[in-house]
C-alpha cells in the first residue's frame, strides 16, 4: 500500500474495534482497484459528537459506525437514509457538504446477502431469533422484502415489541401487509407454519459454538432457510439447520456486502463481481 500526500482516509468508530475485519475489505478493494484510499480503526472512548466533528474536520470520507454508537451517532448527521432512520441504527457516514448522511448497510448487507443466495423472502413466514441492533436490520429487511409473516422472538420479548412497534409503522406508511408477532423465545413451539425462513440473531453461538438458542430438533424440521448472522461457519445453529435437511448460511456475505456497499457510497461505484468473490476469499482465509 502506498500511501503519500494525497491519499483519501476512510474508517471505523468503536469501542472496542481492534478486533475488526473491516480494513481487510476496504484495503483489499483499494488495492485493486487501484483507489489511493487506506482504512483504519478509531477506537473512540470519549463522546462520538466530537469524534464525528473532528473526523470532518479532519476530511475523512466516510466512516463506518460499530458498537456501541450506531444509534447515538444521529445526532451528529446532517442528513440520514430514510430506511436507517427507521432502523434507528446507522453504520456508514458518507461525506457531504454540510456533513456526513448516514445509512444502514447492515441491512443492506443482509439484503444483497440473502438475494444473492437466490433467497426470496416475498410471500414467506421468516423467523427472528433475538431481538438486538442485528435483528432490528434483519427484521426491517424481511418487511421491505414482504414477508407474509414476521415472528420475533426474544428472552427480552419488551425489546421484540420496540422492534414490532416500529415495524408497524413502517408498514402502515409503506402500504405492506406483514403481520408481525412477538413471543418469548420459549414459546417457539406456538409457530405452527413449516417452510420457515430463520435468521438466527442472537450472540449464542459467536464464543460458544456448541450453544444454540433452540435446541429442540422439532423446531429445526420446520425451517427451509437458516441464515446465522454470526460469521462463522461451526455454530450449533448452522449444525441443527443442516441435520434438519435445511440450507444454512452464515454472516460472512452479510459483513461483506455491508462494507462493500459503504464502499459503493463513500465512491459512488460499484465493486466488480470478480474483486467481490476476492473480498470473500480474504475473509474466509482468516
Ligand atoms: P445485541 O444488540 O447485543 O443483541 C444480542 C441478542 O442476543 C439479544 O437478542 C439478546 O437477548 C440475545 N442474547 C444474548 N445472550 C443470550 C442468552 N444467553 N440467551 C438468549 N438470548 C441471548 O447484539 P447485536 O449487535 O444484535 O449482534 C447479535 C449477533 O449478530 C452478534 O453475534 C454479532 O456478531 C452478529 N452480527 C453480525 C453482523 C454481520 O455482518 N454478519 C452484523 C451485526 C451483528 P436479550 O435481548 O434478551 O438480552
Known amino acids: 500500500m502506498k500511501i503519500d500526500g494525497n491519499t483519501r482516509v476512510i474508517g471505523i468508530i468503536g469501542n472496542p474495534v481492534r478486533h475488526?475485519?473491516?480494513p481487510r475489505i476496504h484495503n483489499y478493494i483499494s488495492e485493486k482497484l487501484d483507489i489511493n484510499m487506506v482504512y483504519v480503526p478509531f477506537e473512540v472512548t470519549?463522546?462520538?459528537?466530537?469524534?464525528?466533528?473532528g473526523a470532518f474536520e479532519l476530511g475523512i470520507v466516510g466512516m463506518n459506525i460499530t458498537v456501541p454508537y450506531k444509534t447515538d451517532v444521529i445526532e451528529s448527521l446532517s442528513d440520514i437514509d430514510p430506511i436507517a432512520e427507521r432502523i434507528g441504527a446507522v453504520n456508514t457516514l458518507v461525506r457531504t457538504k454540510e456533513g456526513y448522511k448516514g445509512y444502514n448497510t447492515d441491512m443492506l448487507g443482509l439484503e444483497r446477502a440473502v438475494l444473492s443466495e437466490g433467497i426470496n423472502l416475498n410471500g414467506e413466514t421468516a423467523v427472528l431469533l433475538g431481538a438486538g441492533g442485528?435483528?432490528?436490520?434483519?427484521?426491517?429487511?424481511?418487511v421491505r422484502n414482504k414477508v407474509k409473516k414476521l415472528y420475533i422472538l426474544n428472552r427480552t420479548v419488551s425489546k421484540a415489541e420496540d422492534i414490532a412497534a416500529d415495524l408497524n409503522k413502517y408498514i402502515v406508511s409503506e402500504g405492506l401487509f406483514t403481520k408481525v408477532i412477538t413471543l418469548p423465545i420459549d414459546e417457539y413451539n406456538s409457530i405452527k407454519?413449516?417452510?420457515?425462513?430463520?435468521?438466527?440473531?442472537?450472540k449464542i453461538g459467536l464464543a460458544d459454538t456448541d450453544k444454540a438458542v433452540i435446541n429442540d430438533t422439532a423446531f429445526y424440521d420446520k425451517v427451509k432457510y437458516g441464515v446465522d448472522l454470526i460469521y462463522r461457519d461451526d455454530t450449533e445453529f448452522i449444525n441443527l439447520v443442516r441435520k434438519s435437511g435445511a440450507k444454512a448460511y452464515n454472516g460472512l456475505k452479510m459483513l461483506m456486502y455491508q462494507?462493500?456497499?459503504?464502499?459503493?457510497?463513500w465512491n459512488e461505484l460499484?465493486?466488480?463481481e470478480k474483486i467481490v468473490q476476492g473480498v470473500k476469499e480474504v475473509l474466509e482465509n482468516g
Open 20 to 22: 475488526t475485519k473491516s
Open 46 to 53: 470519549g463522546d462520538i459528537k466530537t469524534a464525528v466533528k
Open 134 to 142: 442485528a435483528a432490528r436490520a434483519a427484521a426491517f429487511m424481511c
Open 193 to 202: 407454519e413449516d417452510e420457515l425462513i430463520v435468521f438466527q440473531c442472537t
Open 259 to 265: 462494507g462493500i456497499i459503504a464502499y459503493e457510497l
Open 270 to 272: 460499484s465493486v466488480p
